[in-house]
């Protein structure tokens, strides 16, 4: 049976969803199944509309914690929120306090993807500090590392770095996601396949139960 990834967004003006659909493609390559699933919303109607945000994104599921027990492998896509992840992913896996005291996701893989506004505004520090996150849970952190050439280029603007792939929305949101970082997107999708096949079948979380 093909792995299971969920890939756990949370979204607002669709550039991590962007990614999303890229790295969904990757992993479906590599063998996966992949569920994109949303983190709910927390903020009020009126703040969303100061923020100008478009309606969700009903297409995409909400993601339901007893889902995400069932993973073979999780991949985050973090929007950055003053260099970190949204309180919408944090309160998300606030909830998970049963799943941790299981172990149901210890020696699973994982791995992050990144949104930010600006070049500086945090790509990596939101991955670095999500890591704890996985750690708790016993998780395996899957960072990209320098596995695809992609990464090396240094002739055009590009988000992500070995944590993970990666886009700049700029500093009003019109920025979508380039090509180069679609590929590098892909290219994450498909390693992790790689990665997480490996730990399924070789049941690395035995060991807890
Ligand atoms: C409250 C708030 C804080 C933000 N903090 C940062 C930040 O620290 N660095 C940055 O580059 N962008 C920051 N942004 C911009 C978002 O990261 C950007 O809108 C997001 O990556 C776009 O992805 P999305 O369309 O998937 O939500 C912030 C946006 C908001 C609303």
Redesign the pocket.
């Known amino acids: 049976m093909a792995p299971k990834i969920y890939i756990v ?9 962007a990614v999303a659909r890229e790295i969904e493609a990757g992993l479906k390559e590599g063998g996966c199944d992949v569920v994109i699933c949303r983190a709910p919303e927390l903020l009020s109607a009126e703040i969303l509309e100061k ?1 100008h945000a478009p309606p969700a994104d009903e297409s995409i599921p909400l993601c339901t914690v007893a889902d995400l027990a069932g993973a073979d492998g999780i991949i985050f ?1 973090l ?6 992840a949204t309180a919408q992913l944090k309160s998300l896996w606030d909830s998970t306090g049963g799943m941790w005291q299981a172990g149901a996701l210890v020696g699973k893989p994982a791995g992050v993807f ?5 070049q ?3 790509q990596e520090t939101a991955a670095v500090t999500w890591i704890s996150q996985l750690t708790h849970h016993g998780m395996i952190f899957v960072p990209m590392g320098y596995t695809t050439p992609l990464l090396f280029g240094m002739d055009e603007i590009r988000g992500g770095s070995p944590y993970g792939a990666g ?1 700049y ?1 700029g500093a009003d ?1 019109s920025r979508m996601p380039s090509q180069l970082e679609k590929d590098i997107a892909q290219h994450q999708g498909k390693y992790f396949a790689g990665v997480a096949t490996a730990l399924r079948d070789g049941e690395a979380h035995r060991y807890f139960k």
């Not at 967004?9 to 969803?17: A, D, N, Q, R």
């Not at 990144?114 to 600006?118: D, F, G, L, N, Q």
């Open positions: 967004i949370y979204s607002l003006y669709g550039h991590i969803t923020m896509g929007s950055t929120r003053f260099g970190m990144v949104s930010t506004a600006t500086q505004g945090g886009t929305a949101g």
